[in-house]
Every structure is written in structure tokens, then in C-alpha cells.
């Protein structure tokens, strides 16, 4: 089984499958390419088990076969190339051809994946500004009667992509969410109306949070009332320093040693005193 690919863009390709795989700008082709100087039908091809025929359905615009314009219909073989609009094409056995993942270029790249059980798979790539309705001067056209004849545009800006509705009658919908205009991130559920989408697109690396490094330590300052008061800083350990447990004791601090010595000493004078009133008890003194 051969596969129609757009070797720079692993989003537009097609499974030649029987009868036909249609090509065009509508939104019901099975290999839509959302480009103004493609027509809504631009070409077909047919299937008849191995054997491909090419054929060129347009009105205006060109189908070019290696490189030469097709007149009505001619044969289609492996790794021949279609230029339709701004796409080249080749028909690929996969089973032969090992296709490499290419980069995305420099601009991001954008597209629509449809949710809907009649269009479910099928891929429409998002140009730098793309109008979705059911007009036939839409870049992403749906011949639904529930659609509105220009029903919303998606816009990339600086590799972020927005949609804005454009006053359509049934509403756009952003993850459930009716929306007038929008920042649409990859994952998102996009929705005109009933027909639904999934974004393909670039990771948001703005959601990611970004670590600081820590700083020297330093004196904290805070103010109480009008007296601004300096808070002595921790150690680079986050034990405080010396002067920080004097300030939090209030002004006092204790030596841990000293401390020990002056608590043994009062037991001492406490055991004497008892001895002492013992002995006067028992007329010994």
C-alpha cells in the first residue's frame, strides 16, 4: 500500500486507499492543504489495487507531476512528486521508504486534529492567520450547514497561537468554554459549534517555573510601624547566627556551656541548704 507524504511536514499525508483520495483546500478532502492557491476539489487520485491514476480537477491553479503540468489524467508510481500550492508531495511504499523525522522549521508549526467521527484523524495545518467556516474563501473550509459562513480565525503570533470568534451564530468553544478570543495552547479541545478539534502544537515552555538561585546571605530588613528594625541573617547553612539568637532571645544570649555550669552550681547550693537545715533539725549544729 503506498502513502502520498509531504516529506518536510509529517502532518500532511494520505494512505492511497481504494476508490479514490481526493486533494484540496475543503475541509472534507482527505488530504486538505489549507493554501489559497489550491482549489476546494484540486485533484484526485484513484486506486485500482497497486495501479494510481493522477487527476487534475481544478479550474485555476496547477497539479505538477515531476516537475510537469497535468493535463486532465496520467499514471502515479512510486516516488513520483506532486507540487500542489505551496506542498511537494511523493507517493512512498512505507515498507521501502524509512521516512526521517524532519525538524520544525522556524516558524511554529500549528494544526487542528479533528475529533469529529466523520473527519477523525485528519490533520489541517494553521498558516500565520487561517479563517475556519463554511465559505468556500475560508483557508479551512466545512461544508456544514451549522457552521457559520466565516466562523472564527486562528492567528500565530510570535509562536503562540489565539483564536477570535467571528461572530458566529452557534459559538466558539475552548475546552467546553464559549469564547469571543482566546490564547490556545497544545492539548486544548477546540471546538466550532459540535465539530471538534485537538491542537497539535509546540510545549508551552512558559508554563514551566523557573528556579532562581539563592542568594548571599544578607541582613533582612522589615518594618514595624515607622522603625525600620534589621533582622540578622542565617548562616549559608540555615542555622542562625550568633547574633541572630540574641536578637530572637530578646537581646540575651545564652551560652550553652555557661548555662550548664550555672544549672550544676544551683543544685549544689540547693543540696547544701538542705544539708544544712537537716543537721540544725536533728541539733547537730
Known amino acids: 500500500m503506498f502513502k502520498l507524504c509531504d516529506l518536510k511536514d509529517a502532518s500532511v499525508s494520505v494512505w492511497l486507499v481504494a476508490p479514490k483520495v481526493t486533494i484540496g483546500r475543503a475541509g472534507n478532502c482527505d488530504l486538505a492543504i489549507a493554501d489559497e492557491s489550491v482549489a476546494k476539489l484540486h ?4 486506486v485500482e489495487g497497486d495501479v494510481l491514476t493522477l ?12 516537475g510537469t503540468p497535468v493535463q486532465g489524467s496520467c499514471p502515479l508510481k512510486r516516488d513520483d512528486e506532486l507540487q500542489i500550492g505551496g506542498r511537494t508531495l511523493r507517493v512512498v511504499d512505507p515498507k521501502v521508504t524509512r521516512l526521517k523525522k524532519v525538524a520544525p522549521a522556524s516558524s511554529v508549526a500549528w494544526a487542528l486534529r479533528a475529533n469529529h467521527p466523520a473527519i477523525a484523524g485528519k490533520v489541517f495545518p494553521i498558516r500565520e492567520s487561517s ?18 459562513r466565516r466562523h472564527a480565525r ?17 459559538g466558539t468553544y475552548l475546552n467546553n468554554k464559549r469564547i469571543t478570543e482566546s490564547r490556545v495552547r497544545r492539548g ?6 459540535t465539530l471538534s478539534f485537538s491542537v497539535v502544537g509546540p510545549a508551552d515552555d512558559r508554563n514551566k517555573t523557573s528556579v532562581r538561585p ?7 530588613k522589615s518594618e514595624v510601624g515607622s522603625a525600620k528594625v534589621v ?9 542562625p547566627t550568633r547574633e541572630r539568637r540574641k536578637y530572637e532571645n530578646g537581646g540575651e544570649l ?11 552550681g544551683g543544685l549544689l547550693i540547693a543540696a547544701a541548704a538542705l544539708g544544712f537545715f537537716w543537721a540544725r533539725h536533728q541539733g547537730l549544729l
Open 43 to 46: 485533484a484526485e487520485v484513484t
Open 55 to 66: 487527476h487534475h480537477l481544478a479550474e485555476s491553479g496547477q497539479t505538477l507531476l515531476n
Open 231 to 239: 533582622k540578622p541573617a542565617q548562616t549559608a547553612a540555615g542555622e
Open 254 to 264: 545564652a551560652d550553652s556551656g555557661g548555662s550548664l555550669w550555672l544549672w550544676m
Open 154 to 170: 486562528l492567528d500565530v503570533r510570535e509562536g503562540l497561537l489565539f483564536v477570535t470568534d467571528l461572530g458566529s451564530a452557534n
Open 131 to 148: 479563517v475556519v467556516g463554511r465559505s468556500d474563501d475560508c483557508d479551512i473550509t466545512f461544508s456544514l450547514s451549522h457552521l457559520s
Open 188 to 193: 486544548d479541545e477546540l471546538r466550532f459549534d
Open 214 to 220: 539563592a542568594l548571599a546571605s544578607s541582613p533582612v
